[in-house]
């Protein structure tokens, strides 16, 4: 494989204009993007997110040994193998030395490369086509596509808009260190299922960042175990507060239709709208009737105003609370479920 064209010995790209190097900055995106480390955008211009994505990859060049950050077991190579003494800071500048390193793991068949296609649009309306038509034993496609909506637009690969040229699958990065350029673990596709190791696996690569429908089967797994799990646990953390006030601790409700009827775990959208809605006011509304914190903003949540939410509590089934605890627990998991519920009654 040859050597990246913006490897040269007296090059050094960097944040600004980068006056006539424009071709070559969309390069450098487009091998970040297959690397994993730029979240998105292929148009020449070298800002914030390509700055950021090259301190992320140094990052990973110096300290990055194949370890999780979490427990779902090591990355197939370790990033730090590919440096060879060449990165020695992080500079979020391409020089030499970095673009060296870049053309290394792009050679390397060990290391999966994040795939692209010609025409995202029409795969991505094949995919919410074949989603909605999907039938489910298991979780409500309903609200499962309201939670994907959030989650990725329900896009499994990026749509460009302008001079934009990203065509590849959609990666969500997670920057929970206290250096915001570190990468803690990345979301894959219309179902952002997330790895705390990277690079991905070739396993992992076929079963959830090439294959749509295998991602789906993840987060259908992830929401059935929340609500199996994180809905009436018997413990605080496993508890949904909002359903224990507003519903009690009887068995858990899966539908109000019975497993014969055609709307069973199906009619969700129609339900949203019977239940009936509410406005969610900044620092008026709680967050359930059993406490005194109120919505606000958060550093994920910039407005915590909210207009046609559906009434959680008039549901005749338990899935409003487990769109919640699919996003965690607290303020943060509220305004989830807010939003969950309001894409819900949007769908069409």
């Not at 955008?41 to 950021?52: A, L």
């Not at 020089?95 to 025409?119: H, M, R, W, Y």
């Not at 406005?279 to 919505?295: A, Y």
Request: one cysteine or more; proline letters at 5%.
């Amino acid at each position: 494989m040859p050597k990246p064209a913006y490897q040269r010995n007296s090059l050094v790209l960097r944040k600004g204009p980068n006056q006539g190097k424009k071709t070559l900055v969309r390069e450098l995106q487009r091998d970040l993007r297959a690397l994993g480390y730029l979240r998105k955008g292929i148009d020449g211009q070298f800002g914030s997110g390509t700055e950021r994505a090259l301190k992320a990859l140094q990052h990973d060049l110096l300290h990055n040994h194949g370890n999780s950050t979490r427990n779902d077991g090591d990355a197939p190579i370790a990033m730090g193998d590919f440096n060879h003494g060449r990165v020695t800071n992080i500079s979020g500048e391409c020089d030499n030395q970095t673009a060296g390193c870049i053309g290394d793991l792009l050679a390397c068949e060990d290391f999966p490369k994040i795939p692209s296609v010609e025409n995202p649009r029409e795969e991505n309306r094949q995919i919410v086509e074949k989603m909605a038509a999907m039938k489910s034993k298991t979780v409500p496609i309903p609200f499962l596509m309201a939670i994907l909506k959030q989650e990725s637009n329900l896009q499994h690969y990026n749509v460009p808009r302008g001079n934009d040229e990203d065509t590849f699958v959609v990666v969500g990065l997670d920057t929970n260190a206290s250096e915001k350029h570190i990468i803690t673990s990345r979301g894959y596709g219309s179902g952002q299922y997330t790895l705390f190791h990277h690079p991905a696996t070739p396993k992992e690569q076929q079963d959830f960042i090439v294959d749509w429908k295998k991602n789906l089967k993840h987060a259908i797994k992830e929401l059935r175990y929340k609500f199996d799990h994180f809905v009436n646990g018997k413990t605080g953390s496993t508890r949904a507060d909002d359903r224990q006030v507003e519903f009690g601790k009887g068995p858990l409700r899966l539908c109000k239709y019975g497993e014969d009827d055609p709307r069973y775990l199906r009619d969700c959208q129609q339900c949203a709208v019977d239940v009936g809605s509410r406005d969610i006011k900044d620092g008026v509304t709680k967050l359930h009737g059993g406490t005194s914190h109120v919505f606000k903003p958060t550093q994920y949540y910039k407005s915590a105003n909210y207009s046609g939410i559906p009434v959680r509590k008039n549901f005749e089934c338990d899935w409003p609370y487990a769109i919640r605890r699919y996003n965690g627990s607290g303020i943060n998991s509220y305004h989830y479920q807010a939003r969950i519920l309001r894409n819900l009654i949007r769908l069409k």
